[in-house]
């Protein structure tokens, strides 16, 4: 059952930026509230207020409304029009559709609204009676319109001439259904009162299993039985079945068995549906599995490659920096605080809104040097994950080639397999030791004297290209050389 909180006003206060104090307007349909209240207290400033398709059973605390223009009470459990005299000065719309108002008299209680204009009761038992429409229009002579019909003068005049004759006659069929409606709340609250015991009953006698025991000492399950419970579970789920089959057919005979339109046959209604709700919500939960939680590391220690909030990335080896750099493109609007990065020698992990994104790097890294970005445009996270330098704190290691033979017996062939493992055990790893000074000297003499032998071959060679260009004796210039000899 619902109830009128300021939580509830205010989200239904959007459109007034949730400040509930200068509200104008309020939504507060099919929300199965039962009372109507505090509305008067922290918004009187309202003009609109729709509460219709709820559970009120009277109209109470909207004497301070003085603003109100517009009250929307349709399809609700209203027996009698009342409360409405004292504040709501400013009322001009009323609509009271679909209630259970029996006691047309009531509608007195509006000759003080002098600015209503309209009003709507059909749907009620009292729109029913006999002179229903000429005594609400003889009686509240403000209206212009009675069940969206508009009401004309001739109407009005006819009305207040036939209105003490309809007064008699409405007032008898008040008394016969005021009797009726009293029949109709005493069975009500019987039967009430018979699902209340019955329930009782139910939970009194039934175990924790949900069968029926006679006496203690059948009420608890012996160790064979238990037994058994365990070694079948399908008779369990079997069982589970049934029961839901037998709130099936319970639900079915709700549904269609006859009952009279009642405020209290509603009331039913609805605690049958929230009943049902509950029931379904407990076999979900029951239903539901709880997710294992995501492997990252093998039983033998090796970090997995897990992309669970399967977000791209790319990753890419920038040689010149010697690091490794990872863009993995998360959520652009994402708040940075649900993001968790963790760099390790051999992989990174990335928590992302609590998934977990893991990638194995294909070299090592330093922890402590790496950092990470988020881009402001597209919200990417970039790793800047620096490789680690094996020449830091240990000699350098270099390969030489050397020939390899496999040791293979006269008479028998190597396959390529077994020369390619032979090779890779051959190779011989040999640390860069530094030079001496005499070494040194005289490796820079001999890139010196090579340096001065280079020169001297390409002078000599642009020398003779300059005798080609040479004029032999006797040949004859152009006329442009010629102007250019002195």
Same mark, same amino acid.
């Given at each position: 059952m619902g109830r009128i909180t300021e939580d509830l006003i205010r989200r239904n206060a959007e459109h007034n930026d949730c400040i509930i104090f200068s509200l104008e307007e309020l939504s507060l349909h099919q929300q199965e509230i039962e009372r109507l209240e505090h509305i008067d207290k922290w918004c009187r400033d309202l003009k609109i207020l729709y509460l219709q398709n709820n559970l009120i059973g009277k109209i109470e605390n909207v004497s301070k409304l003085k603003k109100l223009e517009y009250l929307n009470l349709a399809l609700n459990n209203i027996e009698k029009i009342e409360n409405l005299e004292a504040g709501c000065e400013g009322l001009t719309k009323l609509d009271l559709t679909v209630n259970f108002i029996g006691e047309l008299s009531s509608v007195k209680t509006l000759q003080h609204n002098i600015h209503l204009k309209e009003l709507f009761l059909m749907g009620n038992p009292c729109a029913d009676f006999d002179g229903y429409r000429q005594f609400v229009?003889? *009686? @509240?002579?403000? @209206?212009?319109?009675?069940?969206?019909?508009?009401?004309?003068?001739s109407e009005r005049i006819q009305a207040l001439q036939d209105f003490p004759a309809v007064e008699q006659q409405i007032r008898e069929q008040e008394k016969a259904y005021c009797l009726k409606r009293a029949k109709d709340k005493e069975e009500a609250q019987r039967k009430l009162q018979e699902e209340e015991n019955e329930g009782e009953r139910e939970g009194r006698h039934t175990g924790f299993d949900g069968r029926w025991y006679t006496d203690i000492s059948a009420a608890l399950p012996s160790s064979e039985e238990s037994k058994d419970d365990l070694q079948a579970p399908e008779i369990q789920e079997g069982g589970c079945k049934k029961k839901k089959l037998d709130n099936g057919e319970d639900d079915l005979e709700f549904w269609n068995k +006859?009952?009279? %339109? *009642? +405020?209290?046959s509603r009331l039913e209604t609805l605690r049958h549906m929230e009943k049902q709700r509950k029931d379904q919500e407990k076999l979900s939960e029951k239903k539901k599995k709880v997710k294992p939680p995501r492997v990252l590391i093998s039983e033998n220690g090796r970090a997995l490659n897990v992309n669970e909030p399967k977000l791209d990335f790319s990753l890419r080896d920038d040689e010149k920096r010697?690091? @490794?750099?990872?863009d993995l493109a998360? %959520?652009?609007y994402m708040d940075t605080s649900l993001i968790d990065v963790d760099v390790q020698p051999t992989y990174v992990r990335v928590m992302v809104k609590g998934k977990p994104f893991q990638l194995v790097l294909p070299a090592e890294v330093k922890p402590d040097s790496s950092s990470a970005k988020r881009a402001q445009t597209t919200g990417h996270l970039v790793v800047y994950m620096p490789k680690h330098c094996e020449c830091s704190g240990a000699p350098c290691w270099t390969a030489r080639n050397v020939s390899v033979i496999a040791e293979n017996s006269p008479g028998q062939h190597c396959s390529p397999t077994a020369c390619h493992r032979a090779s890779r055990r051959e190779v011989l790893l040999t640390p860069l030791t530094p030079e001496t000074p005499q070494e040194e000297g005289g490796r820079n003499n001999h890139r010196l004297s090579r340096n001065i032998k280079a020169s001297e071959k390409h002078a000599g060679q642009q020398q003779g290209a300059d005798e080609q260009k040479k004029p032999a004796n006797g040949e004859t210039r152009s006329r442009s050389q010629q102007a250019r000899l002195p």
């Amino acid at each position: 059952m619902g109830r009128i909180t300021e939580d509830l006003i205010r989200r239904n206060a959007e459109h007034n930026d949730c400040i509930i104090f200068s509200l104008e307007e309020l939504s507060l349909h099919q929300q199965e509230i039962e009372r109507l209240e505090h509305i008067d207290k922290w918004c009187r400033d309202l003009k609109i207020l729709y509460l219709q398709n709820n559970l009120i059973g009277k109209i109470e605390n909207v004497s301070k409304l003085k603003k109100l223009e517009y009250l929307n009470l349709a399809l609700n459990n209203i027996e009698k029009i009342e409360n409405l005299e004292a504040g709501c000065e400013g009322l001009t719309k009323l609509d009271l559709t679909v209630n259970f108002i029996g006691e047309l008299s009531s509608v007195k209680t509006l000759q003080h609204n002098i600015h209503l204009k309209e009003l709507f009761l059909m749907g009620n038992p009292c729109a029913d009676f006999d002179g229903y429409r000429q005594f609400v229009v003889a *009686t @509240l002579q403000q @209206l212009k319109w009675l069940d969206g019909k508009e009401i004309e003068r001739s109407e009005r005049i006819q009305a207040l001439q036939d209105f003490p004759a309809v007064e008699q006659q409405i007032r008898e069929q008040e008394k016969a259904y005021c009797l009726k409606r009293a029949k109709d709340k005493e069975e009500a609250q019987r039967k009430l009162q018979e699902e209340e015991n019955e329930g009782e009953r139910e939970g009194r006698h039934t175990g924790f299993d949900g069968r029926w025991y006679t006496d203690i000492s059948a009420a608890l399950p012996s160790s064979e039985e238990s037994k058994d419970d365990l070694q079948a579970p399908e008779i369990q789920e079997g069982g589970c079945k049934k029961k839901k089959l037998d709130n099936g057919e319970d639900d079915l005979e709700f549904w269609n068995k +006859p009952s009279l %339109y *009642t +405020p209290e046959s509603r009331l039913e209604t609805l605690r049958h549906m929230e009943k049902q709700r509950k029931d379904q919500e407990k076999l979900s939960e029951k239903k539901k599995k709880v997710k294992p939680p995501r492997v990252l590391i093998s039983e033998n220690g090796r970090a997995l490659n897990v992309n669970e909030p399967k977000l791209d990335f790319s990753l890419r080896d920038d040689e010149k920096r010697n690091q @490794l750099v990872l863009d993995l493109a998360v %959520y652009r609007y994402m708040d940075t605080s649900l993001i968790d990065v963790d760099v390790q020698p051999t992989y990174v992990r990335v928590m992302v809104k609590g998934k977990p994104f893991q990638l194995v790097l294909p070299a090592e890294v330093k922890p402590d040097s790496s950092s990470a970005k988020r881009a402001q445009t597209t919200g990417h996270l970039v790793v800047y994950m620096p490789k680690h330098c094996e020449c830091s704190g240990a000699p350098c290691w270099t390969a030489r080639n050397v020939s390899v033979i496999a040791e293979n017996s006269p008479g028998q062939h190597c396959s390529p397999t077994a020369c390619h493992r032979a090779s890779r055990r051959e190779v011989l790893l040999t640390p860069l030791t530094p030079e001496t000074p005499q070494e040194e000297g005289g490796r820079n003499n001999h890139r010196l004297s090579r340096n001065i032998k280079a020169s001297e071959k390409h002078a000599g060679q642009q020398q003779g290209a300059d005798e080609q260009k040479k004029p032999a004796n006797g040949e004859t210039r152009s006329r442009s050389q010629q102007a250019r000899l002195p």
